[in-house]
């Protein structure tokens, strides 16, 4: 679907004018990317009376502020949020929070949190990307001992170097020397064996040793900070807590995962629509099927709520499931068939599908009878 190019930090700000006509207030709390932390945005919403929470961008000075702090001042962490593990062998995820020592620059108020399993993701990919490094860094050593190596100037070999090093994300950490041998050799001039008045040319031969190291003290410091990162928001602390700031900011990936289905699970795809009327049409398909689909996950989980279910085998080998989701309730259905015998055109029998126990919980944990499914139109057969 063609779309106009626009920066996303432009866009926040008739995004939540919009929003106030909507809504007829500006009361309501506005979560978004980092694209809003910007002073013209931020200073808008805050003029006009709402509210905001975004999370402050690694370019921003208030961020190299704290971790500069950090190196030297522990923070008095307050738990916030315990999450169970990704994975049941792994750890829960402790979130902490704590008020940064200063204001923003346009005098808002930030909120630094602590992701225990953030801590561990960020580690880990260090850690990946060094070895990474390390190991290109090593191949481009042996090639340059190499008799038939092509990089024969240091300006080339330092381009192979930060090119890696710009790939792996890894320039911060690594350090490295290229250090140059010179060797001579004379060759006669002229054909012919060499005699006493044999005149010689001497020529030099560039060879590179390339060596690498780590630069522990910037690691160290990033290790410093492992997991953290900022929030910034407008409301006082007295109505809203830091973690409460924090839980309001999670919740914007359930929001997000719509953007996921509408590009996955409906496949919404670039296609070629000559007219404006025509883009506004296919969207609206495109969100009543998202509306539908959130509807239907809002159903299944508020029956389960009133079940006192907390899970059901919706996922394949009949595992359980906490959150169905509406793909996965479609699918168990995708095989659900009302066959009709005819004889030419005459209609002698309908046999109705044979719910599973699977498929008969759903319906009616989504309120669904599944006489719709089971009762059959009079026939002459039935």
């Given at each position: 679907?063609p779309?106009?190019?626009?920066?996303?930090?432009l866009?926040?700000?008739?995004?939540?004018t919009?929003?106030?006509?909507?809504?007829?207030?500006?009361?309501?709390?506005?979560?978004?990317?980092?694209k809003?932390?910007t002073?013209?945005a931020m200073?808008?919403?805050?003029?006009h009376?709402?509210?905001f929470?975004?999370?402050?961008p690694?370019?921003?000075t208030?961020d190299?502020?704290?971790?500069d702090?950090?190196?030297?001042?522990?923070?008095?962490w307050?738990?916030?949020?315990?999450?169970?593990g990704?994975?049941?062998?792994?750890?829960?995820?402790v979130y902490c929070?704590c008020?940064?020592?200063?204001?923003s620059?346009?005098?808002f108020?930030?909120?630094?949190?602590?992701?225990?399993?953030?801590?561990?993701?960020?580690a880990?990919?260090?850690?990946?990307?060094l070895e990474?490094a390390?190991?290109a860094?090593?191949?481009?050593?042996?090639?340059?001992?190499?008799?038939?190596?092509?990089?024969?100037?240091?300006?080339?070999i330092?381009?192979?170097?930060l090119?890696?090093?710009?790939?792996t994300?890894?320039a911060?950490w690594?350090?490295?020397?290229?250090k140059?041998?010179?060797?001579?050799e004379h060759?006669?001039?002229g054909?012919?064996?060499?005699?006493?008045?044999?005149?010689?040319?001497?020529?030099?031969h560039?060879r590179?040793q390339?060596t690498?190291?780590?630069?522990?003290?910037a690691i160290?410091?990033?290790?410093?900070?492992?997991?953290?990162?900022?929030?910034?928001?407008n409301?006082?602390?007295?109505?809203?807590?830091?973690?409460?700031?924090l839980?309001n900011y999670?919740?914007?990936?359930?929001l997000?995962?719509?953007?996921?289905?509408?590009?996955?699970?409906q496949?919404?795809a670039?296609?070629?629509?000559?007219?404006?009327?025509?883009i506004e049409?296919l969207?609206?398909?495109?969100?009543?099927?998202?509306?539908?689909?959130?509807?239907?996950?809002r159903?299944i989980?508020?029956?389960?709520?009133?079940?006192?279910t907390s899970?059901?085998a919706l996922?394949?080998e009949?595992?359980?499931?906490a959150?169905?989701?509406t793909?996965r309730?479609?699918?168990?259905?995708?095989?659900?068939a009302r066959?009709?015998l005819y004889?030419?055109?005459?209609?002698?029998?309908t046999?109705?599908?044979?719910?599973?126990?699977?498929?008969?919980?759903?319906?009616?944990?989504a309120?669904?009878?599944?006489?719709?499914?089971?009762?059959l139109?009079?026939?002459?057969?039935?």
């Amino acid at each position: 679907m063609p779309t106009a190019t626009s920066s996303d930090d432009l866009t926040h700000v008739p995004t939540w004018t919009e929003l106030v006509t909507l809504l007829g207030t500006p009361g309501f709390l506005y979560v978004a990317d980092s694209k809003l932390c910007t002073g013209t945005a931020m200073r808008h919403i805050n003029s006009h009376g709402g509210r905001f929470i975004t999370v402050l961008p690694r370019t921003r000075t208030e961020d190299r502020h704290f971790r500069d702090w950090l190196q030297t001042h522990p923070p008095d962490w307050t738990e916030a949020l315990r999450v169970p593990g990704p994975r049941l062998d792994e750890p829960e995820n402790v979130y902490c929070t704590c008020p940064a020592p200063l204001p923003s620059a346009e005098g808002f108020r930030i909120v630094w949190v602590h992701s225990t399993g953030k801590a561990r993701t960020d580690a880990a990919s260090r850690n990946r990307r060094l070895e990474k490094a390390a190991a290109a860094l090593e191949a481009l050593a042996a090639k340059l001992a190499g008799p038939r190596c092509r990089l024969r100037s240091r300006g080339a070999i330092e381009a192979a170097v930060l090119e890696i090093l710009a790939d792996t994300g890894t320039a911060r950490w690594v350090t490295y020397s290229i250090k140059a041998t010179i060797t001579v050799e004379h060759k006669p001039i002229g054909p012919g064996r060499p005699g006493p008045d044999t005149h010689y040319r001497q020529i030099e031969h560039h060879r590179y040793q390339l060596t690498q190291d780590l630069d522990l003290a910037a690691i160290a410091y990033d290790a410093a900070s492992d997991g953290c990162f900022p929030l910034i928001t407008n409301t006082p602390r007295p109505d809203l807590s830091d973690a409460d700031v924090l839980a309001n900011y999670r919740y914007q990936p359930n929001l997000e995962r719509r953007h996921h289905i509408l590009k996955s699970v409906q496949d919404a795809a670039p296609i070629l629509l000559k007219t404006p009327s025509r883009i506004e049409a296919l969207f609206c398909c495109q969100f009543l099927a998202l509306l539908i689909s959130a509807l239907i996950e809002r159903e299944i989980r508020a029956g389960m709520r009133a079940a006192h279910t907390s899970k059901i085998a919706l996922y394949p080998e009949l595992r359980d499931c906490a959150a169905p989701s509406t793909e996965r309730i479609l699918e168990i259905f995708a095989d659900t068939a009302r066959h009709h015998l005819y004889d030419d055109d005459r209609l002698i029998r309908t046999f109705a599908p044979e719910l599973s126990p699977l498929q008969q919980q759903v319906l009616h944990l989504a309120g669904v009878p599944t006489s719709t499914y089971t009762d059959l139109p009079d026939t002459p057969g039935n």
